[in-house]
Nanobody
């Protein structure tokens, strides 16, 4: 049972990236899945999460209107589309299973991916 992220990289301010989180050993729509990030010297924060089975979605205030979380059940994958990226979005991004009720935030459970570095710099 694992989650594997991909899609990180270096992008200029204002650019876009799409992160993917592929689940193996379970189907991605069985669990609520969240994206977290940790910048150097800062605490890890919940960025966005999608509930199960209702599909409710949560975004932290800093990314509302710029990031979009989605799920493709056929591909067992959860995506995080990140647009209008800012230097302050630079961090390692992780996906993880989260508590199924996501309306008030993302509470991580026990399955984590290995992380994907996102760097926003000119």
């Amino acid at each position: 049972v694992q989650l594997v992220e991909s899609g990180g990289g270096l992008v200029q301010p204002g650019g876009s990236l799409r992160l993917s989180c592929v689940a193996s050993g379970f189907t991605s729509d069985e669990y609520a899945i969240g994206w977290f990030r940790q910048a150097s010297g800062k605490e890890r924060e919940g960025v966005s999460c999608i509930g199960s089975p209702d599909g409710d979605i949560y975004y932290t205030e800093a990314v509302k209107g710029r990031f979009t979380i989605s799920r493709d059940a056929a591909k067992n994958t959860v995506y995080l589309q990140m647009n209008s990226l800012k230097p302050e979005d630079t961090a390692i991004y992780y996906c993880a299973t989260v508590h199924p009720i996501v309306l008030f935030g993302c509470k991580a459970l026990n399955i984590w991916g290995q992380g994907a570095q996102v760097t926003v710099s000119a």
